[in-house]
T-cell receptor, first 111, second 111 residues
């Protein structure tokens, strides 16, 4: 039973437009949420995070939104750039500082 | 220059052979993790260690073994008992928070 789901395996966006990546989780006890970016044949790199006491966190072009009642997390990238093309994983923090990852969404930003 | 190193980048083995993947970190992190990524899937936790000389099984530990004799090192052995060993293996480390830092990964191919 997947606790963290990214229902869109891929997303294609035009350069300069907004990219919205979504993530759903099942357990309301999760209290910390992260997004990672991964290029092929490389390790994931941390992008942005949010704790359950907030509903929005912004860092430059990246904003994460948390809707606790819907158990839904989203990452907005605006404006999107070709260098943003990668696989994006959401992760949730569970007991003992462990992370559970979603299956990933491949973002393609077209010039 | 702090970070996590994994070697080698690519590894080829014959079926029935054990193989050990290296993971070293100089970030002075207490916790270290091993994940496996298969095509189109998220990261699945194999083993983790929160202090030296102690480690715990993750979600898919069968066919794998680890050791944690030094804070800096957390090698993973893929044994011949692992039924589908071909995958991309990622090592990560963390301090007291949820954010984990990943190495570049090792792609293991078993034929």
């Amino acid at each position: 039973d997947q606790q963290v789901k990214q229902n869109s395996p891929s997303l294609s966006v035009q350069e300069g437009r907004i990219s919205i990546l979504n993530c759903d989780y099942t357990n309301s006890m999760f209290d910390y949420f992260l997004w990672y970016k991964k290029y092929p044949a490389e390790g994931p790199t941390f992008l942005i995070s949010i704790s359950s006491i907030k509903d929005k966190n912004e860092d430059g072009r990246f904003t994460v939104f948390l809707n606790k009642s819907a158990k839904h997390l989203s990452l907005h990238i605006v404006p999107s750039q070709p260098g943003d093309s990668a696989v994006y994983f959401c992760a949730v923090g569970t007991a003992g500082n462990m992370l559970t990852f979603g299956g990933g969404t491949r973002l393609m930003v077209k010039p | 220059d702090g970070g996590i190193t994994q070697s080698p980048k690519y590894l080829f083995r014959k079926e029935g052979q054990n193989v050990t993947l290296s993971c070293e970190q100089n970030l002075n992190h207490d916790a270290m993790y091993w994940y496996r990524q298969d095509p189109g899937q998220g990261l699945r936790l194999i083993y983790y260690s929160q202090i030296v000389n102690d480690f715990q099984k993750g979600d898919i530990a069968e066919g794998y073994s680890v050791s944690r004799e030094k804070k800096e090192s957390f090698p993973l052995t893929v044994t011949s008992a692992q039924k589908n060993p071909t995958a991309f293996y990622l090592c990560a480390s963390s301090t007291s928070g949820y954010e984990q830092y990943f190495g570049p990964g090792t792609r293991l191919t078993v034929t």
